[in-house]
């Protein structure tokens, strides 16, 4: 047998078919094979953590790499040391909040550069879409990025403005067009800001709605739906919110649902 590179053995090794004892051989950074937990195994360095856990290396998809430019808020030693210390072997960063945002191929490369040397887990990429940058999608995405990330409300930060509707239709036709992923703050911000008079959002969905929250001419609140009609209705709709209003209608009258923990 061919030594390995590494055998690490643990009584509890958590595998696709539950926790068991196991030794599992590295050859050349992968997995080669799993064993039982005592078999005799050659290896250039052989570990034993008894009844420590012994899991694959999770994958964190959002993290905020904030290097270059906000480096004082996490940059990419500190943040990969903190994934490796809690066993996650891979993280994807998200296009903000560094300077400039990973919006496009040169900003992309201003974060290779920062990243250089200082990786101590595998790293990816998100994306930006914001406004005026669908023609730097496709590159992105041949570079390599997993996906884009926008926004429909404020960022918090002014270099990654929100997409208005108009804007976040033609992101989603560019990436659906080379199988890319889109992922969505998908928050109105009309329904984010500071409510007025004595209704709060905790206190009117238990009712009708209060006159401050109540949907202007066109509009229920929601995000306005294609005035062509309703994708969600079987005829269309003679208001683009009408489907919108009924649904708005229905959680006024629903007690409010506590959402799983997970």
Known sequence: MTPFDLVVRSRRTVTPEGERAAAVAVRGERIAALYDYAAPLPAAEDVDLRDLALLPGLVDTHVHVNEPGRTHWEGFDSATRAAAAGGVTTIVDMPLNSLPPAV?????????????????VDVAFWGGAVPGNVKDLAPLHGRGVRGFKCFMSPSGVEEFPPLADGELRLALEEVAGFGGLVIVHAEDPELLAEPEGPATPRSWPRGPAPPSAAPSPGSCGWRRRPAAGCTSCTSPAPNASTCWRRRRRAACRSPPRRAPTT
């Open 104 to 120: 496009s191929c040169d900003a992309l490369d201003a974060k290779l550069r920062a990243a250089e040397g200082q990786c101590h």
